[in-house]
């Protein structure tokens, strides 16, 4: 008997500081650096190799560049949702129609996973749209008092079940399973 492959998951995986910001007002996540340990690489690095697409808006994609220098993606197929920018010097796509559509879509090619690196309101809206299947929170041992939240809007209850927790050095990681 022939089983059929596991389908492309959408993972929202990030850090945030434990008062629930994922960056800083002005988009920074320099907080992080110091916080930075071999446990949290290794993690960082078994995940990077199950995915083979990554999606983020145009703020998170801006601040990679600005942070790393260049696109830290290369090697994997990044697409980039953006109304105002129109083409990059990298291996990304430029998407400017529906979030949603264009993930569902992407959600039925062959491949693996597909990380959603970043983006409060794609996040949010790829949530009502029931199209993220799995969170990866990495809680930093920090309280920013102000700045990105994770969810960009209200959204109506969105159960989630616990799958994995870890210590990653002075940082807990949390693995859940979005229930819709």
Do not use: C
């Not at 083979?52 to 600005?66: A, E, F, I, N, P």
């Not at 809206?125 to 993220?132: C, D, F, I, M, S």
Request: glycine residues 8%; hydrophobic residues 40%; aromatic residues 8%.
């Amino acid at each position: 008997m022939m089983t059929e492959p596991n389908p492309r998951k959408v993972i929202l995986y990030l850090a945030q500081s434990l008062d629930g910001f994922i960056a800083e007002e002005d988009g920074s996540t320099a907080w992080l650096a110091a916080l930075n340990s071999a446990e949290a690489d290794n993690a960082y690095q078994e995940f990077y190799r199950g995915v083979d697409t990554v999606v983020m808006g145009r703020k998170t994609y801006q601040q990679s560049l600005q942070r790393a220098g260049t696109y830290p993606y290369q090697e994997k197929q990044g697409y980039v949702f953006s109304k105002t920018l129109h083409d990059t010097d990298d291996r990304t796509t430029v998407v400017a129609g529906n979030v949603s559509e264009f993930i569902r879509q992407l959600k039925s090619e062959p491949g693996q996973n597909i990380w959603l690196v970043g983006g409060a309101d794609i996040f949010t809206e790829l949530l009502k749209a029931q199209l993220v299947d799995e969170l990866i929170l990495t809680i930093a041992p920090v309280l920013l008092g102000d700045g990105v939240s994770l969810v960009s809007t209200n959204l109506t209850d969105i159960p989630l079940t616990l799958k994995q927790t870890r210590t990653l050095g002075q940082l807990v990681e949390l693995t859940y399973q979005i229930d819709y």
